[in-house]
C-alpha cells in the first residue's frame, strides 16, 4: 500500500492529534544460503525482499496506545504503562514487545497512535515478524526522538520476539530487516553478531521465491530435536579434543570424518550439514564478490541436498519444488529457505527466463501436489527507513 493511501486510512481512523507524525517500512526477507548455523555460531547470507510493512504512527498527549492493524481490521487500545500478552491478537504482542524492550532501557515513552499494513505473507519464513517488530521500533524511537543504533535497534527487535512474543529466534530476521541494503546481501557472523555487506546487483539474475503452501507444522519439535543433535556433536569433541570447543563452527569436515565412527549416524550427519552449510556460506560470499552466478547457484542446490538429506528438514514438495526448477532453463541454483517443514523455496533465475519458469513451476507443482505456489520475484531491497515526503 502506497504512502497516500496509508495515510488516507489513518485519517479516516484517528483524529489529527497535531503531535509528530511519521510513516516508515520495514522489509521481509529471504534466506539466500546459511540454513540452521545461526543456532550453532555460524553464518548466514539473508537479504530484504520487495515486500514490507508500512506503520503510520502519531504522538498523542495521554499515555494511551491505539493500535489498528488494516490486514486484521481490527483496533487494539491499551495503555502504555500496562502491557499484558495478548491471547488473541498475536499481532499487537510485537508491537507490545517493542514499547516493552524500549522502556526496560529507561526510555520514557508517550503514547500514540498507529495504523499499518503489509504484503509480506505470514508465517511462510520471509519473516513478517520481524518486519512488524522493526518497523515498530524505528517509527517509536523516531517520533521520541530516542537515538538508537541500528544494530541495537536490530537486537532490540530480537528481545522483544524472545521476551514478549516467546518465540527464540536468532539475529538474522531483525539484523536484515534494519540493515538490509538495496542490491546487497548480507553476511552476518552469528558468534560476533558482526555483519558485512555483500554486493549482489547482477541486472541479469532474479530472485525468484516459490511458496510451498505447506505448513511448518513439525518445526518447533523437530527443531528443538536438532538443536539437541548438535550440541551431542560439541559435547562430544569438546571432551575428545585438545581444543576449546563451544559450537559446530569450531570444527571442520576433516575432524568430523576423523571420528565418525565413534559417532551416532544421526549426530554425524547433523554436524556434516552445519559445518559444510558454513563452508558454503563463505564460499557463496566469494562467488557474489566475483560476480559468478552459476558458483552461487551451485551452492544453492547442494545446500538443499544437505538439509534434505543430513539434517533431514526438507519435505516431499520443498524438494519437489527444488527439482522442477532445476529442469528448468535458466534456473542457476534453488533449495528450501528457512526452517524447512514447509514455507518457501529461493530460486536464482537467469531475468530473460523468470516468465517462463513462474508458469512452469506453477503448473508443474500444481500438477503434481494439487497446490497453486505463490511466487514472488524480487531483488535485494533496502531495510528499515522512514518514507519521506
Ligand atoms: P514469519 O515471521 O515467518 O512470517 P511468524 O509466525 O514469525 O512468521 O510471524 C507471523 C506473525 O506476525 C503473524 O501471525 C502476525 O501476528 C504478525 N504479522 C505479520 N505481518 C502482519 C500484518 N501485515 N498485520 C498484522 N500482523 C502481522
Ligand atoms: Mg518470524
Known amino acids: 500500500m502506497n504512502k497516500e493511501l496509508l495515510l488516507e486510512k489513518y485519517h479516516s481512523k484517528f483524529a489529527d492529534t497535531s503531535l ?32 514490507n510493512i508500512r506503520m503510520v504512527m502519531q504522538l498523542r498527549n495521554d499515555k494511551k496506545v491505539k493500535a ?13 504503562d500496562n502491557l499484558l500478552y495478548d491471547k488473541e491478537n498475536i499481532w499487537v504482542n510485537y508491537i507490545k514487545g517493542i514499547i516493552d524492550e524500549l522502556q526496560k532501557l529507561g526510555n520514557k515513552l508517550q503514547g500514540f497512535n498507529l495504523l499499518f499494513s503489509g504484503n509480506i505473507p505470514q508465517g511462510s519464513g520471509l519473516s513478517s515478524s520481524a518486519a512488524l517488530e522493526v518497523v515498530t521500533a524505528m517509527a517509536i524511537t523516531d517520533l521520541h526522538n530516542i537515538k538508537l543504533e541500528a544494530v541495537e535497534l536490530a537486537l ?35 558468534r560476533s553478531n558482526q555483519y558485512q555487506l555483500v554486493p549482489f546487483a547482477n ?23 536438532r538443536r539437541k543433535e548438535c550440541n551431542q556433536a560439541v559435547d562430544f569433541f569438546a571432551k575428545k579434543l585438545d581444543k576449546n570447543i563451544t559450537a559446530l563452527r569450531d570444527l571442520d569436515l576433516d575432524t568430523l570424518h576423523e571420528y565418525k565412527e565413534e559417532l551416532s549416524d544421526t549426530v554425524y550427519k547433523r554436524a556434516h550439514h552445519v559445518i559444510s552449510e558454513n563452508q558454503r556460506v563463505l564460499a557463496a560470499k566469494k ?19 544437505s538439509l534434505s538429506d543430513d539434517y533431514e528438514v526438507s519435505c516431499q514438495e520443498l524438494d519437489l519444488l527444488v527439482k522442477l526448477a532445476s529442469e528448468e532453463k535458466g534456473v542457476k541454483g534453488a533449495r528450501m529457505t528457512g ?8 530460486n536464482l533465475v537467469k531475468k530473460e527466463f523468470v516468465d517462463t519458469f513462474v508458469e512452469n513451476i506453477k503448473q508443474a507443482y500444481y500438477e503434481n501436489t494439487g497446490i497453486d505456489t505463490d511466487v514472488y520475484i524480487t531483488n535485494p531491497a533496502a531495510g528499515a527507513r522512514k518514507l519521506e515526503k
Open 156 to 190: 532490540l527487535a530480537q528481545r522483544a520476539e524472545n521476551n514478549f512474543v516467546n518465540v527464540q529466534c536468532g539475529i538474522m530476521d531483525q539484523y536484515i530487516s534494519r540493515l538490509g541494503k538495496k542490491d546487497n546481501a548480507l553476511l552476518i557472523d552469528c
Open 339 to 346: 526452517a524447512g517443514f514447509g514455507g518457501c523455496t529461493v
Open 203 to 225: 541486472e541479469d539474475y532474479q530472485i525468484v521465491i516459490c511458496n510451498s503452501k505447506v505448513e511448518r507444522g513439525l518445526v518447533d519439535s523437530e527443531y528443538n530435536k
Open 68 to 80: 489498528y492493524s488494516l490486514d486484521y481490521d481490527k483496533l487494539i487500545e491499551f495503555n502504555i
Open 287 to 305: 562467488a557474489l564478490e566475483k560476480n559468478d552466478m552459476n558458483k552461487f547457484g551451485k551452492l544453492f542446490y547442494e545446500s538443499h541436498q
Open 20 to 51: 509528530a507524525k511519521g510513516v516508515y517500512a520495514a522489509p521481509g526477507r529471504v534466506n539466500l544460503i546459511g540454513e540452521h548455523t545461526d543456532y550453532n555460531d555460524g553464518f548466514v547470507m539473508p537479504m530484504a525482499i520487495e515486500k
